[in-house]
């Protein structure tokens, strides 16, 4: 799966479309089965573990309703869903080399609904010893903000971005400690789209190894294949809580692997499943965002087909 940033454009759906019966998608008559750490890396505390109860959360664009405030788009999801998750959790995507001296305006404004946050970042691809000092400098902002965050180090490093595990194990082995060092939380956070899948359990780096892992994990890549056992198995191995940070209709490969409804209720069984069983400890996030101009991920009425899986997975954690 591609980053957000980088994903295909994907149209909007009818509710013919997600019932499955819109020319050109499938009836679904079957569903198928499912290196050595400086010891100051290694043993400093993060400033915040995971939280005691899995976080049930949604991440809301601005474009998703066509407001500028952030906490007005939240609001009206949460509105539209019936239960309080934009304003509990969600990810924030910064830009390539993005640390401004100020919060993101997303967290500001959220901040006092006690929304947390789960913060992709994206340092330089040149591993410079000045964009370390950069990080360092904005998550000693960051700590003395008082707002909840935890770090993703470039999320969905193993779609497109890095072409081998050495290419990546390299990147995270240069930055990752500075995070380490601020005392931040520190997450994997992979894509796992059916052909990035593999990779994302190759580029699972351990030097020094996360503090959580957080998986993008859409219906579209679940009827491609996709299951996430293998990784939330490799974070236990190792005794780091797993979550999904992005989930929701489609990754934007809708031509290839056509979602309907039949299928969105046997994805979020699986995620009831694996909530259930108590192996997504730190939560979820729903993804409700315009992909690029594609509205097909946005919940646009409290009738939506989509609203029972969400409130399935919401209360099986």
Not at 33 to 57: E, F, M, N, Q
Request: charged share 15%.
């Amino acid at each position: 799966m591609r980053t957000r940033r980088e994903r295909e454009p994907v149209q909007g759906l009818s509710r013919r479309e997600f019932l499955g019966g819109a020319a050109g998608i499938v009836a679904v008559t079957a569903l198928p089965a499912s290196a050595a750490i400086p010891a100051r890396h290694a043993s400093h505390p993060a400033r915040r573990r995971a939280a005691t109860a899995p976080l049930v959360g949604a991440t809301v664009d601005l474009a998703s309703y066509g407001g500028k405030n952030y906490l007005d788009a939240a609001n009206t999801f949460d509105g539209l869903v019936g239960l309080p998750m934009a304003t509990t959790l969600q990810k924030v995507y910064m830009s390539h080399g993005e640390f401004p001296p100020h919060p993101p305006l997303k967290m500001t404004q959220l901040a006092k609904t006690g929304c947390e946050f789960l913060v992709s970042i994206e340092p330089s691809r040149n591993m410079v010893a000045s964009e370390q000092a950069l990080i360092a400098k904005w998550l000693t902002m960051m700590n003395s903000s008082g707002i909840p965050y935890r770090v993703v180090l470039y999320s969905e490093a193993n779609d497109k971005a890095f072409k081998t595990a050495a290419e990546w194990f390299a990147y995270w082995s240069f930055y990752a400690p500075v995070v380490k060092d601020a005392g931040a939380v520190l997450a994997y956070n992979c894509g796992c789209g059916f052909k990035a899948l593999p990779r994302a359990e190759a580029y699972f780096p351990s030097n020094p190894s996360p503090d959580e892992l957080w998986m993008d994990f859409y219906a579209t890549s679940f009827r491609g294949g996709s299951r996430i056992d293998t990784l939330i198995g490799q974070a236990d191995a190792i005794g780091i809580p797993a979550g999904i940070a992005e989930w929701d209709w489609s990754a934007g490969n809708l031509i290839f692997t056509p979602m309907t409804l039949p299928w969105w209720n046997a994805y979020c069984e699986y995620i009831v499943s694996l909530a259930s069983a108590g192996k997504l400890s730190l939560g979820s996030i729903f993804f409700n965002a315009v992909a690029k101009g594609g509205r097909a991920d946005v919940i646009d009425s409290a009738s939506d087909p989509r609203i029972p899986g969400v409130h399935r997975v919401a209360q099986a954690f």
